[in-house]
């Protein structure tokens, strides 16, 4: 046999090699969700039916451990899911495929850290949002990450409050006149966590949700701190020296429009509201008002109201308040239960195990990717006592005095303050900048 021929012999062998494995993707996958906690459950109860009956259908199947310290969390997780008191035992034990952060935010870097010393052939990162403390941590561990799949879950994005207001914006357009211009936000994002004992690295954690909405689910692009006050100090035994509260004002590098936004823990109670407004062409105000987390029926929900502003005498005309349910989980209506985070695992488990020239981008768009969490971590980083714009003052949160939110509802406003509230939007208004006002870098 000539040279030529065993050269060809050993590329047909190659070649045939190569076919078996590109024929044959990997059908189970090793699952280790880092937290059990709360949270932690909350995914795990969601993979577990993604798995049941959106996977398993298609021969893929998933092996799901856990880890925590917390000796009761480990006892409530169901028999099928296996349990370990630390990240070493577990690592031991099984080296994941697929690594789901769900615990504490301060943790998430040393547990980066660990998985990818540990495991190299680590494929995808679902991670509960920020992806790290800080956005030095996360450009650390940036290298790692690209070699991976990764979705941030910034669950209220995938709140059903989005797809209707799609369906409905249009349709108030047309009716004052077409052509409705952003005039701006407002934003109202906290809750009391006086009283919490699970640790925190202050209200930048929470402001993810109302920046990424504002952001990405409107459309304007990354956000700059224009200006604001902060107070930092004690908020509870586990966030002793954070920034617990902010009154800021932020600007699309994009459209130009102003976003004022005021985030605490130390509201009397849960609110979590984005307002947008908008000029019509009839010169009056167009507010898409979204609530988040509302009770309703007895249940958590989602509450979308779209309302028209007599700008010169501030009446409002509310003309649509309803709580969309039909949540987009990639599965047929029904099948899955209804809420954002199997929303989250469904779209995030359907876009990994999909190749990636073959991703819906309708799909993956409602998701938050690698580039898409570093923005949206640089975002946050402005929210930080060396932040010379944010004036932040030392002093400990009062479990005796909690705020108000600075926004109350449109609708419940006396028309002098929705006037008030109106000229204030419009004495920040820029031109759109030709290039983008801020935008943290993005290595590829």
């Not at 130009?256 to 009397?268: I, N, R, T």
Request: charged letters at 25%.
């Amino acid at each position: 046999m000539t040279n030529y021929q065993e050269e060809g012999k050993m590329t047909e062998h190659i070649r045939g090699d190569f076919d078996q494995q590109a024929q044959q993707p990997q059908k189970h996958f090793h699952v280790l969700v880092l937290g059990a906690g709360v949270m932690g459950q909350r995914h795990i109860a969601s993979m577990r039916e993604v798995a049941e009956k959106i996977l398993a259908p298609r021969g893929i199947t998933l092996d799901i451990a856990a880890v925590d310290k917390s000796e009761a969390a480990r006892a409530a997780l169901p028999p099928a899911v296996k349990s370990y008191a630390d990240m070493d035992a577990a690592l031991v034990a099984q080296k994941p495929d697929i690594a789901l952060m769900a615990f504490n935010d301060d943790q998430h870097i040393s547990a980066f850290r660990k998985l990818f010393d540990v495991c190299p052939d680590l494929k995808a990162v679902l991670a509960e949002k920020p992806l790290t403390e800080h956005l030095r941590e996360a450009r650390e561990i940036e290298p790692e990450l690209r070699k991976r799949y990764l979705s941030m879950n910034t669950v209220v994005n995938f709140s059903p409050v989005f797809d209707r207001l799609r369906e409905e914006l249009p349709k108030i357009e047309a009716q004052t006149g077409g052509n409705l211009r952003p005039l701006g936000f407002e934003a109202i994002w906290g809750k009391n966590r006086t009283a919490d004992t699970r640790p925190s690295i202050g209200v930048p954690s929470e402001s993810v949700h109302a920046l990424s909405i504002i952001a990405d689910m409107f459309g304007h692009g990354r956000l700059s701190m224009e200006g604001g006050d902060a107070r930092k100090g004690y908020l509870s035994t586990k966030a002793t020296d954070v920034i617990y509260e902010i009154d800021a004002t932020f600007r699309s590098g994009k459209s130009g429009v102003p976003a004022l936004f005021h985030a605490s823990y130390v509201f009397e109670s849960q609110h979590r509201t984005v307002t947008a407004y908008y000029r019509a062409a009839d010169n009056s105000v167009v507010a898409a008002e979204l609530d988040f987390d509302v009770k309703h029926n007895g249940q958590n929900a989602d509450r979308l109201r779209l309302h028209r502003i007599d700008a010169s005498s501030g009446k409002v005309e509310t003309l649509l308040d309803e709580y969309p349910d039909k949540i987009v989980n990639g599965a047929p209506q029904g099948l899955l239960r209804g809420d954002r985070i199997t929303a989250f695992i469904s779209l995030s488990l359907t876009d990994f195990l999909t190749p990636p020239q073959k991703r819906d981008p309708a799909l993956a768009s409602r998701l938050s990717n690698l580039d898409a969490a570093l923005e949206v971590q640089g975002e946050v980083e402005q929210i930080n006592p060396q932040n010379r714009l944010l004036r932040t003052v030392q002093v400990d949160a009062d479990p005796q005095k909690l705020d108000k939110p600075k926004y109350t509802s449109i609708a419940a406003a006396p028309a002098d303050e929705v006037k008030g509230r109106l000229s204030a939007l419009e004495a920040l208004q820029k031109p759109a900048p030709p290039r983008p006002a801020w935008k943290p870098p993005v290595r590829h």
